[in-house]
T-cell receptor
Framework: SQTIHQWPATLVQPVGSPLSLECTVE??????LYWYRQAAGRGLQLLFY??????ISSEVPQNLSASRPQDRQFILSSKKLLLSDSGFYLC???????????????FGSGTRLTVV | AQSVTQLGSHVSVSEGALVLLRCNYS??????LFWYVQYPNQGLQLLLK??????LVKGINGFEAEFKKSETSFHLTKPSAHMSDAAEYFC??????????????FGQGTTLQVKP
């Protein structure tokens, strides 16, 4: 069966420090991968999505970047964190659409990032 | 453009009472529709999905939702609320079939409070 792992679960970082959040998927190949941010009272905001290795689409301009160095690995990064980067970050995967029945997303357990 | 509207950011019910969480969507083509549940500091878990089969969809934990094309609605219901149902609920939509880009559009979420 497929599983998704996201770490760390919580992170407290000072303003101006770098960030690296990692997400890996097991039990499937060529998944679509997604990074969402959930800020208090603002719902879910799609940050990045990827349909393959090295293929990253950014949904909103921001202080963050994403990379997909391997088929089932998705990394969210920042060179210098801002206070406004605080939030709950969620990774998700889906099968590529158009290849049979589409089940939607499976989410990781999330990372609570607090920038101080 | 697709959009999802969840009516009521907070819903409060008594234990044992009917749960009704409202979701309306706009989509120019037939949609896939989803309901997800999020418990505090956790990722989102799929409750149920509509993918153009039966209009009444049954999900986990006793929840169900009915797709009503004429009303562009996909409301979530449960006959009898349990304390464990207290959580945040998200409705999501994407285009179905060959128009599916794999990107879910989420509503702003509804927090369900269950009173003893």
């Amino acid at each position: 069966s497929q599983t998704i792992h996201q770490w760390p679960a919580t992170l407290v970082q000072p303003v101006g420090s770098p960030l690296s959040l990692e997400c890996t998927v097991e039990g499937t190949s060529n998944p679509n991968l997604y990074w969402y941010r959930q800020a208090a009272g603002r719902g879910l905001q799609l940050l990045f999505y990827s349909v393959g290795i090295g293929q990253i689409s950014s949904e909103v301009p921001q202080n963050l970047s994403a990379s997909r160095p391997q088929d089932r690995q998705f990394i969210l990064s920042s060179k210098k964190l801002l206070l406004s980067d605080s939030g709950f970050y969620l990774c998700a995967w889906s099968s590529p659409p158009g290849q049979g029945f589409w089940y939607g997303y499976t989410f990781g357990s999330g990372t609570r990032l607090t920038v101080v | 453009a697709q959009s999802v509207t969840q009516l009521g950011s907070h819903v409060s019910v008594s234990e044992g009472a009917l749960v009704l969480l409202r979701c309306n969507y706009s989509s120019s083509v037939p949609p896939y529709l989803f309901w997800y549940v999020q418990y505090p500091n956790q990722g989102l878990q799929l409750l149920l999905k509509y993918t153009s089969a039966a209009t009444l969809v049954k999900g986990i934990n006793g929840f169900e939702a009915e797709f009503k094309k004429s009303e562009t609605s996909f409301h979530l219901t449960k006959p009898s609320a349990h304390m464990s149902d207290a959580a945040e609920y998200f409705c999501a939509v994407t285009k179905a079939g060959s128009s599916n880009t794999g990107k879910l559009i989420f509503g702003q979420g509804t927090t369900l409070q269950v009173k003893p």
